[in-house]
Each structure stands twice: as C-alpha cells, then as structure tokens.
C-alpha cells in the first residue's frame, strides 16, 4: 500500500459516516500496515467493540484526529522522482537517438539498443537522486521498516 496515511483516514471516515460497510471494516482491521503508528492506530480501532456506542464513537474520533496529524507532507521536503518518469524521458532520449542516426533500409529494429540503453539510465539517475535525496524508498524510516521485516 504507497500512502497509509490516507488508507487509515478514509477507511475510518467511511466507518465513521456509514458509508463504509462491514466487509471494508473487517478488512481494514484485520490486515496489519507496515508503518507501525498507523498500525498501533488500525489495532486500537479494531479493539473498540461493535456495534458503536458513543464512546466507541470517541475513540475512532479521537484515531482519526491522530491519523490526520502524523501527516509527513512536508510542503519543502524534497519529493521522490518516479521510475516511469525516468525511464520514459530515457525511451525519448533513446527515440531521438535512434531517430538521429536511422540508416534507410536497416530497419525498425537495427538500432535497439538505442531505446534500452537510455531508458536504463533515466532509471539509474532516478534511483541515485532519490537516493542521495533520501526520498521514497530510500527514507531512512522506511528503510528501518523494511530491515524490521512487516509489522
């Protein structure tokens, strides 16, 4: 799952209002999330008992104002280049390359290596500022869940 934070918020929401059903809410409950405050989250959820009285109502309220304030969207931090990205803008690169030096009746295919080759690159250069910039994958928390095995 790529954003938790807003699984969690939507899945309680959707409890919360009534539009959500019970299927969405077993679900939700019953599968563990790799972030493990999100997931502390998911667990004291699941414990409040069913069907809801007011003070099961307070407490998913309560969850659900933690959850919207651990928001990590940090409106400076660097954000995290796409693969697709980069090995679309090497594909074009390799387009122009190959088009730059096409031999007439070669064919489609003579200059292959044209198009693999940059498209491996834009995705090389994608994982090393990611990387460097310590984004995405390479968050250092993100890391440290993944060394932890899934919670």
Request: with cysteine.
């Amino acid at each position: 799952m790529r954003d938790e934070r807003r699984y969690v918020i939507e899945a309680m929401t959707a409890f919360l209002d009534g539009s959500g059903d019970r299927r969405a809410w077993d679900d939700f409950t019953s599968c563990s999330l790799r972030d493990t405050e999100f997931d502390r989250i998911r667990r004291c959820a699941a414990d409040v008992d069913l069907p809801l009285d007011t003070q099961g109502v307070a407490t998913l309220r309560d969850l659900l104002d933690q959850a919207e304030l651990m928001g990590t969207d940090d409106p400076t931090a660097p954000r995290p280049w796409k693969m697709e990205a980069g090995m679309l803008v090497g594909l074009i690169a390799g387009a122009l390359l190959w088009w730059a030096t096409y031999l007439p009746g070669a064919g489609l295919f003579h200059n292959l290596h044209l198009f693999i080759v940059p498209a491996a690159m834009g995705a090389f250069i994608v994982a090393v500022r990611n990387s460097q910039k310590k984004v995405g994958v390479y968050d250092p928390r993100i890391v440290a869940q993944n060394r932890k095995g899934r919670v």
